[in-house]
């Protein structure tokens, strides 16, 4: 069992930056791949980026690179989201999820509460 806790979402305007981050208990954390989902209001869940185990595979969203980064710090349990120029159509709820491998919404057993990132124009 894993239990997952985003932070560091918030209100910001165009352009600027936010790192989300999302602690994972347990002694575990290093055996997860781990990705960031986004949802945006009446729309579907969507991938936004992925890291495996030992950080050597990573995947974005084609609609984020360049402009996010994802990375892992295994001693600390936690992944972060570095978020930057930022846009309003990133705003959304943004979920962490920890899985046995990377991919799609389903690969993804154990998820956060999710964490608003609002954009303004």
């Known amino acids: 069992q894993v239990q997952l806790v985003e932070s560091g979402g918030g209100l910001v305007q165009a352009g600027v930056s936010l790192r989300l981050s999302c602690a994972a208990s347990g002694r575990t954390f290093s055996r997860y791949a781990m990705g960031w989902f986004r949802q945006a209001p009446g729309k579907e869940r969507d991938f936004v980026a992925s890291?495996?185990?030992?950080?050597?595979?990573?995947y974005y969203a084609d609609s984020v690179k360049g402009r996010f980064t994802i990375s892992r710090d295994n001693a600390k349990n936690t992944v972060y989201l570095q978020m930057n120029s930022l846009e309003p159509e990133d705003t959304a709820v943004y979920y962490c999820a920890a899985g046995a491998v990377a991919g799609p919404a389903s690969k993804y057993a154990y998820w956060g509460q999710g964490t608003q990132v609002t954009v303004s124009s």
């Open positions: 890291i495996s185990q030992n950080g050597g595979n990573i």
